[in-house]
């Protein structure tokens, strides 16, 4: 039974759970990663169970949504079984939707499983259709096996959804390729425009910071945009592109402010839980786990305790030229 559900101090409900399983990945995208990154020892990860235990309070107090990200969520050894153990979730009806971020390398082999354990959607990030370029910005990838996994996505029955990050000088020549491509495929497509997370080298962010604005007219030249109502409670608005008939969002949560209609939540794979992307307050939610294994009650008082102090909205800002509001995380710790 879903208990009294979990309203922010801006009467905001959360229903939403970006629940991150590990730090580790097998890409080490330039945007997300340093090359030399130090990955979490795995005594201060949440286990498999553990997982499970907060999955199912935030279920209990009306989460709807869960989405699993990193990480690599796949390459977390055992996360089938997570998937599987979630999928009750499901088949209660306690839970709307089980999803995934992925970057799509591993998909080949779990698309299966994942669509056997009820999954519907999964959102696939590939920035580029280019094999170099791909390897360039992953500093490990393989462009053909984020293909076979998008195949084995769709072979599965799972929509899919590509995520590109829009990257100034880096895949501006390639608006065009992504959206046919994606055409082609009978997938959607969002493009994302690179947030301050961490610390990304000389240039920084500001940099690589290709406003959205700027893509969409780039598009609107070429084709016509009917703007969709669509919303999700997050950062993405959506179009229909008239010509292909595919939906196309673009995630700005730098040049527009989305935090009024924000449902979302986000627990680290440590199981820190920050109630904002952009912002560097956060709450333990492993210390009543492992303190009171079994007790739920501590765990849900931590939670709540939580909510009650959710900010209004994120301060990211680009205007001035410099990344004000930049958080000191990387996307791989808080999950994106
Ligand atoms: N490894 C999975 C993947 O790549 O989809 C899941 C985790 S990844 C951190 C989630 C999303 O965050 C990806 O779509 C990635 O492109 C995006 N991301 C990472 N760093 C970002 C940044 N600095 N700005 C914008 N998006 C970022
Ligand atoms: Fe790994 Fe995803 Fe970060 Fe790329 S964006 S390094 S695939 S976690």
Not at 142 to 158: E, M, P, T
Request: charged share 25%; glycine share 8%; hydrophobic share 35%.
């Amino acid at each position: 039974m879903v208990k009294t559900s979990l309203i922010d101090p801006f009467l905001r409900p959360v229903t939403y759970l970006r629940l991150s399983v590990t730090d580790r990945c097998d890409f080490r995208c330039t945007y997300c990663m340093t090359e030399q990154m130090t990955f979490l020892p795995k005594k201060e990860l949440l286990t498999l169970e553990e997982l499970d235990q907060v999955a199912t309070t935030f279920i209990g107090l009306g989460v709807r949504k869960l989405r699993i990200t990193g990480g690599e969520p796949l390459v977390r050894r055992g996360i089938m079984g997570f998937f599987q153990a979630m999928s009750r979730h499901l088949e209660s009806g306690a839970l709307d939707e089980l999803t995934l971020t992925t970057n799509g390398s591993q998909l080949g082999r779990f698309a299966q499983d994942l669509a056997d354990a009820g999954m519907k959607r999964v959102n696939i990030s590939l920035d580029t259709l280019d094999e170099q370029k791909f390897a360039d910005i992953t500093r490990r990838g393989r462009l053909s096996q984020v293909l076979d996994g998008i195949q084995a996505a769709k072979d599965a029955g799972l929509k899919v959804k590509l995520n590109a990050v829009a990257i100034k000088d880096f895949n501006q020549d390639e608006l065009f390729t992504l959206t046919k491509f994606c055409a082609d495929q009978a997938i959607d497509l969002t493009f994302i425009e690179v947030m301050p997370m961490g610390d990304m080298g000389e240039d920084g962010h500001i940099g690589k910071y290709w406003p959205l604005e700027d893509l969409r007219a780039e598009l609107a030249g070429k084709y016509t945009l009917t703007d969709l109502s669509e919303r999700t409670g997050g950062p993405a608005r959506y179009v229909r592109v008239n010509e292909t008939g595919q939906k196309i969002g673009f995630i700005t949560p730098l040049s527009h402010n989305f935090c009024e209609s924000c449902n979302r939540v986000r627990l680290t794979c440590t199981g820190e839980l920050f109630t904002c992307l952009g912002q560097d307050g956060k709450s333990d939610l492993r210390e009543p786990l492992r303190t009171h294994p079994g007790d739920m009650t501590q765990l849900e008082a931590a939670i709540r305790a939580a909510i009650s102090l959710k900010p209004k909205g994120h301060d990211f800002d680009y205007s001035r030229q410099e990344t004000s509001g930049q958080t000191k995380r990387y996307m791989s710790h808080t999950g994106g």
